[in-house]
């Protein structure tokens, strides 16, 4: 069980406010992060210790951790970098805003806040750092490109800090889920209208069929699993004495992580396509 104290960004749902309340059952004192003041009041109503942190702004992920190193007395035990959202569209539909946009959040916030953090794991001479990627940060999917650019980096750039920081006390993870029930969708259509242009596009016919599936109802693909499913990785990741490099969460990361390694470029991007939904799904 754990004791320590960990910092989680993107709580206001889904994986977020799953891990957010586990940990905090199994004795970790949480402070669970979110963007929008509203949402920061309801989790603190919900018995967590929350605070606004905004990813894309710097000051704002300054006065966060100066916050929380306020109450725990200078010490933070585990970082988990969860908060992200998916921007849909073609690549050549993606303007550079859309594309920075994207990166501010699932990138250049993460790397913000984690290099204000690995200096008080270093002084305390040890602590966990997760980031949640994806199985999209292993393979990619048609019309998610921003995405899964943005995944890409940050599996790169988690794989040189643990190289890095090997003999430090400080261990870096990934988490790597596939579909998991959220608001993952809900946020992915926002982001879509506000920055796609189907008309006029040669992908306008993909894009109404991929827009009925953000707006579709329960899970949108097999094999999704509850946001419990991450818990327990991330529980065995900031908890084990020997935490791997990589937890892979539902089965498609599993399945695509194997035949990444074994198909060749061709019958895998067939494959690919089909199950991205080619815009369809």
């Known amino acids: 069980m754990g004791n320590g104290s960990i910092l989680i960004t993107g709580c206001s749902s889904g994986i977020g406010l799953c891990c957010a309340r586990g940990l905090q059952a199994r004795g970790w004192r949480v402070f669970a992060t979110a963007r929008q003041p509203a949402d920061v009041t309801r989790l ?65 916030g993460t790397l913000d806040l984690t290099n204000r953090v690995i200096p008080v794991m270093r002084r305390q001479g040890g602590g966990r750092i997760l980031y949640n990627s994806s199985v999209l940060g292993l393979v990619a999917f048609p019309y998610r490109g921003a995405y899964v650019a943005s995944k890409f980096a940050l599996e790169g750039l988690a794989d040189t800090l643990r190289l890095e920081l090997a003999g430090t006390g400080i261990h870096v993870g990934l988490i790597e889920p ?31 069929a991929m827009e009925a599936r953000l707006l579709k109802e329960g899970p949108a693909a097999p094999f999704t699993l509850p ?25 498609p990361t599993h399945l695509f992580a194997v035949l990444r390694r074994l198909l060749p470029v061709r019958a895998l991007d067939a494959i690919l396509r089909r199950a991205g939904g080619e815009g369809r799904r």
């Open 44 to 108: 603190q109503a919900d018995g967590l210790e929350s605070l606004a942190l905004d990813l894309r702004d710097s000051t704002s992920i300054q006065a966060a951790v100066a916050a929380v190193l306020e109450r725990t007395g200078g010490r933070l035990d585990a970082l988990f970098n969860n908060g992200a959202y998916g921007q849909p569209g073609a690549v050549e539909d993606l303007s550079r805003e859309a594309l920075r946009e994207q990166f501010e959040t699932n990138l250049f």
């Open 178 to 208: 596939g579909p998991i029930l959220s608001r993952f969708r809900d946020n992915a259509h926002v982001a879509y209208r506000r920055h796609i242009r189907a008309e006029g596009s040669p992908h306008r016919e993909k894009y109404a």
């Open 227 to 251: 946001p419990d499913a991450v818990l327990n990785r991330v529980i065995h990741a900031l908890e084990s004495p020997r935490p791997r490099a990589r937890y892979a969460v539902t089965v």
